[in-house]
């Protein structure tokens, strides 16, 4: 298969990777993307295409692999350009957000959500599939360090299967950050910290680790938490801590690229008056 991805950020990155291992070839948008983009389209080897039309034109099927507020501005943007092959959406984006995307594509479209870091080692990342080509766009990665799994249902259940994984990852990230934010603010971090280690043995670790592992990502993971809230909202559920968790993503968002804040860091931040 001739592959497109859209686009290779640290993520989108490892899975055009896991295509080619597969036996794929990969080809990418150049344009309007960053100097880090293409260093790491460049060092895996990837095609390079100065125009979408360009791309399009040479490719059988697209991987999507952007931030999810952008992911029906991309489908868009590929159907206006007259594509008919198969479409992997790999965002992590609503239900209703995937459903909106098959409406606009048809049953080109295949529904997909990551579970894990960047696959870049074996048994680390999962991509879920739906949708009546799922089967195919799994064959996709037979071959590399990702592993695509394929599940019942229609597009939107991978979304969903990955809305849910999310809430729960991301979401008790954000609540251990804003924990330690309101026991700096009221000056109970030392005590709270006793207590932890007492009852919660492992917590301060965690509190801690979810400031370096998941601030210099929280330019992306606020939009994560918005679709997670539409998510619930949509099921006539409470949507209120995930709308909390994307707020507490956004405060964090001038750390992009930062490598390893402390949790000082990211406490300020937090901290800071508005």
């Known amino acids: 298969m001739k592959l497109a991805l859209l686009h290779p950020g640290q993520m989108g990155v490892t899975i055009g990777i896991a295509a080619k291992d597969s036996g794929h070839s990969v080809s990418w948008l150049r344009a309007g993307r960053s100097h880090e983009t293409t260093e790491r389209a460049t060092a895996a080897g990837f095609g390079s295409c100065g125009t979408l039309s360009d791309l399009l ?7 999507c ?4 507020a952008a992911a029906m501005t991309v489908a868009q943007s590929v159907v206006a350009a007259g594509f008919d092959g198969i479409y992997l959406d790999a965002n992590a984006i609503a239900p ?4 909106q995307i098959h409406a ?3 049953d080109c479209y295949v529904d997909g959500g990551i579970v894990g870091p960047p696959a870049v080692r074996e048994g680390s990342t999962r991509l879920y599939l739906s949708g009546p080509h799922a089967i ?3 064959n996709w990665f037979a071959g590399g360090l990702l592993e695509a799994i394929t599940i019942e249902g229609a597009p939107g259940a991978a979304s969903a299967l990955k809305m849910c ?3 729960y990852t991301k979401g008790t990230s954000a609540l251990l950050l804003a924990i330690r934010a309101l ?3 009221e000056g109970v971090t030392a005590p709270l910290l006793d207590e932890w280690a007492i009852s919660q043995q492992g917590l301060a670790d965690r509190s801690a680790q979810a400031a ?4 210099p990502k929280a330019w992306r993971f606020a939009g994560e938490m918005e679709e997670i809230a539409a998510t619930f909202a949509a099921a006539d559920l409470p949507d209120g801590f995930h709308e909390g968790a994307a707020d507490i993503y956004r405060r964090l968002t001038d750390l992009k690229g930062v490598r390893s804040p402390s949790l000082a860091d990211v406490l300020e931040r937090l901290n800071a008056k508005r």
């Open 96 to 99: 209703h957000t995937a459903r």
């Open 183 to 185: 026991a700096e603010s």
């Open 57 to 63: 034109a040479r490719s059988d099927g697209i991987v």
């Open 104 to 106: 606009l594509l048809g």
């Open 65 to 68: 692999v952007c931030p999810p």
């Open 136 to 138: 195919t766009a799994a």
């Open 212 to 215: 370096t592992g998941t601030a």
């Open 165 to 167: 994984y999310a809430a």
